[in-house]
């Protein structure tokens, strides 16, 4: 049972242009939301987070939205740049212990 | 200021042996967390530790995963014997607090043929 779904396994972007990822979720008792990126052979690097009592989220060319009644977010990279190639995970947390449901990833390629 | 490190950073074993990853995280973090990632999935928590002690093992396959966090620093985690569906990459993380942003280390890839 995939809590946490990220449908799309890879997105390809042209540089500078928008790249929008996105995430769905099922459970209604996710308060807090995270985007994590990862690179090849190392660990995911926290990148931006939303609290569910916001709609939006913004931290330079990062910008997270929440949709609480379509239990959907999405991430938005603008401009893409090719170091922004990677695959990017969606996470989600039920409860204070802060305990991470995580997606499948979406790999994100920047074509220059 | 150092991140997480993990070794070994990979291993290849056969089924029905024994492997022990470990995993020193940042300074001064209280909270541990072991992730499983097999290819094509995000991580699942095995296991998280508050200072030495377990806060959630839920989905720990105790008959054959072990954990432990002496001292509340270093921590180690033993599969013992492995399958062939633990080949994953097993990633450990810390944070300040509960509640804190994780930090990944690299990842152990475990190939059991």
């Known amino acids: 049972d995939q809590q946490v779904k990220q449908n799309s396994p890879s997105l390809s972007v042209q540089e500078g242009r928008i790249s929008i990822l996105n995430c769905d979720y099922t459970?209604?008792?996710?308060?807090?939301f995270l985007w994590y990126k990862k690179y090849p052979a190392e660990g995911p690097t926290f990148l931006i987070s939303?609290?569910?009592i916001k709609d939006k989220n913004e931290d330079g060319r990062f910008t997270v939205f929440l949709n609480k009644s379509a239990k959907h977010l999405s991430l938005h990279i603008v401009p893409s740049q090719p170091g922004d190639s990677a695959v990017y995970f969606c996470a989600a947390s039920p409860d204070s212990n802060y305990q991470l449901i995580w997606g499948a990833g979406t790999k994100l390629i920047i074509k220059p | 200021e150092a991140g997480v490190a993990q070794s070994p950073r990979y291993k290849i074993i056969e089924k029905r042996q024994s492997v022990a990853f470990w995993c020193n995280p940042i300074?001064?973090?209280?909270?541990l967390y072991w992730y499983q990632q097999i290819l094509g999935q995000g991580p699942k928590l095995l296991i998280q530790f508050q200072n030495n002690g377990v806060v959630d093992d839920s989905q720990l396959p105790k008959d054959r995963f072990s954990a432990e966090r002496l001292k509340g620093v270093d921590s180690t985690l033993k599969i013992q014997p492995a399958k062939l569906e633990d080949s994953a990459v097993y990633l450990c993380a810390s944070s300040l607090g509960n509640e804190e942003t994780q930090y990944f280390g690299p990842g152990t890839r475990l190939l059991v043929l």
């Open positions: 939303i609290s569910s």
């Open positions: 459970n209604s008792m996710f308060d807090y």
């Open positions: 300074s001064g973090h209280a909270t």
